[in-house]
């Protein structure tokens, strides 16, 4: 069973920096591609970044682009969520995901597994 496990959250004023990472344990991390995903109150769940197995490939939302950077380790089971410039409409809890199938992680839809989650709070 896989399991993932989030940290790094916090509050941040506008303009600042955050990195959220994320850990799975259970199975073989380098199987998996891995992302981020975040909901805002009163929002629907939005994919914000995927990584490859590999980490050769990269997707990111618009509203994220030039921003964020992910990134993972897999000699550490690890994945990175490097936010710079933040904007107060960042402000979610930031979900990591991982399933072996790059379409469903990054179509959000049937993912294998999911975090608990990370609060991340944007000041104006």
């Known amino acids: 069973q896989v399991q993932l496990v989030e940290s790094g959250g ?3 004023q506008a303009g600042g920096s955050l990195t ?5 344990s259970g199975r073989t991390f380098a ?3 891995m992302g981020w995903f975040r909901q805002a ?3 629907e769940r939005e994919f914000v970044a995927a990584v490859s197995r590999g980490g050769a490939t990269t997707n990111y939302a618009d509203s994220v682009k030039g921003r964020f ?3 993972r380790d897999n000699a550490k089971d690890t994945v990175l969520l490097q936010m710079n410039s933040l904007k107060p409409e960042d402000t ?3 979900y990591c995901a991982a399933d072996q199938n790059w379409f469903a992680l ?3 839809t049937g993912v294998g597994y999911w975090g608990k989650g990370a609060l991340v709070t944007v000041s104006s």
């Open 92 to 94: 979610a809890i930031y």
């Open 31 to 33: 199987t998996y591609a």
């Open 69 to 71: 950077t992910m990134s």
């Open 106 to 108: 990054v179509s959000g």
């Open 41 to 43: 109150p009163g929002k």
């Open 20 to 24: 959220l990472s994320c850990a799975l």
């Open 10 to 12: 916090g509050l941040v």
